[in-house]
Every structure is written in structure tokens, then in C-alpha cells.
């Protein structure tokens, strides 16, 4: 007997076989796959495809023609979980200019550092996560789209002047900050956030980052559950 997802359609429940689900289309059935690894994910667990396409009633292969292998997959769950978590830092940032995108750096990186779930996974698959946040990709794109955005914006109201394009600026910043965020935490050391900011105050051209955004008990941003963030 083949499995079946319970759904539901105007408050009554229905199942699909394997076969109706194959027959999904491909943008629902990719979100309905991103969704369930998101939330494997938060709980700390290993994503196992064969697990997730019998969760979701489909068959390996229409799982893979949704999201992709399995480093896909876990791409697409990191970059939309740092979207988040980018959202929610620049949301809560204060300052203008300078000030502002120190903030928001500030509060993203210890948003990362307090997140159980990312910690069990570089705890348990270290590699597959450098390949992932520490080389081209998802996680990467959407974080220098974002932070260029923040540039761009904050150039625009007057707040800065920049040398640089905000998307060249931008990918630059984001490099600065996932090397001494993402590289140290790997090696079981401490995250040197406080040097990244500085390093990201020196190319925006304002000396040493403020005592006032650097991390710690003052200047940490509360970690978030749920899907927030990371």
C-alpha cells in the first residue's frame, strides 16, 4: 500500500497518493518540501531526504525534481532563515547611516551566535555548512541583496557617502562578517563580531566601530525562536 499525505480542502480531509503527489505542481510541492526541512531544521535535527519525501507522501525523485540534492535543500532553508533574521536585526537597528548598519551587523551576528539550531548543525555536518555560507551561493546572495539595499537607502536619505557601488560594498561587508562569524564558530572559538565591526566601520569610512554597537550584555540582540531567524 502506498503512503498518503493528509491535506485538507475547505475544512474537509483528503489524501493524496504518491501518484497525486508527483502530479503536484512543481512550485507548490517545492514549498511544501521547504517548509517541512525548515522545520527539521529548527529542531535540531539531520535532514534525511528519504525521510522528508515519506513525511511529505512523495517519492524520492519528485522531491529532488521540487529542491533539488540535499545541499540545495538545506541552502535554500539557511538563506531564507538569514532573510529572516536580517529582516528582524535592520527592523530593530537604531541610528542612521553608519551607526544604523553597525547596528544592524551587531545584532545579526549575535542572532547567529545564540541559534541552537545552526549550532547543531555545524556541530554535526561542519563541512557542509562551509560549503554552503562560506562559498558563493544562497546564503550569501540574499545577505549582500539585503545589505545593499541598507546602503543604498541610507545614501539616498543622506546618511552616507559611499566609494563603492552598495552591491560591490555590500558583498564586501558580507564576506567581512561571515569569515570572522561563520569560520571561528566551525574552529569552536569564540565569533570575533567585534573585529568585523570594525573592519566594516573602517570601509564605510568611520574609524573603529562605537563601543555602543559592538556585542555583548549591552548591544546583544535577544535571540529569536520559532521561524524568526536562524
Not at 15 to 23: K, V
Not at 103 to 132: G, Q
Not at 141 to 161: D, H, P, W
Amino acid at each position: 500500500m502506498c503512503l498518503r499525505s493528509l491535506w485538507f480542502v475547505k475544512g474537509q480531509p483528503m489524501t493524496l497518493s504518491h501518484g497525486e503527489m508527483d502530479g503536484m505542481p512543481t512550485d507548490s510541492g517545492r514549498r511544501r518540501a521547504i517548509d517541512a526541512a525548515t522545520r527539521v531544521y529548527l529542531v535540531g535535527e539531520k535532514l534525511d531526504m528519504s525521510a522528508l519525501a515519506d513525511d511529505l507522501g512523495a517519492s524520492r525523485a519528485t522531491l529532488y525534481r521540487w529542491v533539488g540534492n540535499r545541499e540545495d535543500l538545506l541552502g535554500v532553508v539557511l538563506s531564507e532563515a538569514t532573510e529572516r533574521t536580517y529582516a528582524k536585526a535592520i527592523e530593530q537597528a537604531e541610528g542612521l547611516g553608519t551607526t544604523f548598519v553597525l547596528d544592524f551587523f551587531n545584532r545579526f551576528m549575535c542572532s547567529v551566535v545564540a541559534s541552537a539550531p545552526l549550532r547543531a548543525l555545524t556541530t554535526r555536518e561542519p563541512m557542509v555548512f562551509i560549503r554552503l555560507a562560506l562559498m558563493p551561493g544562497a546564503i550569501e546572495s540574499v545577505a549582500a541583496r539585503i545589505t545593499a539595499e541598507v546602503l543604498a537607502r541610507e545614501e539616498a536619505n543622506g546618511n552616507l557617502k559611499l566609494t563603492l557601488a552598495p552591491d560591490v560594498l555590500g558583498k564586501a561587508l558580507v564576506r567581512i562578517c561571515e569569515v570572522h562569524l561563520y569560520a571561528p564558530l566551525l574552529g569552536g572559538d569564540e565569533p570575533e563580531i567585534d573585529t568585523a565591526l570594525d573592519l566594516v566601520s573602517l570601509l564605510l569610512g568611520a574609524g573603529n566601530a562605537n563601543s555602543q554597537t559592538r556585542s555583548g550584555p549591552e548591544g546583544e540582540a535577544p535571540a529569536e525562536s520559532g521561524r524568526a531567524g536562524l
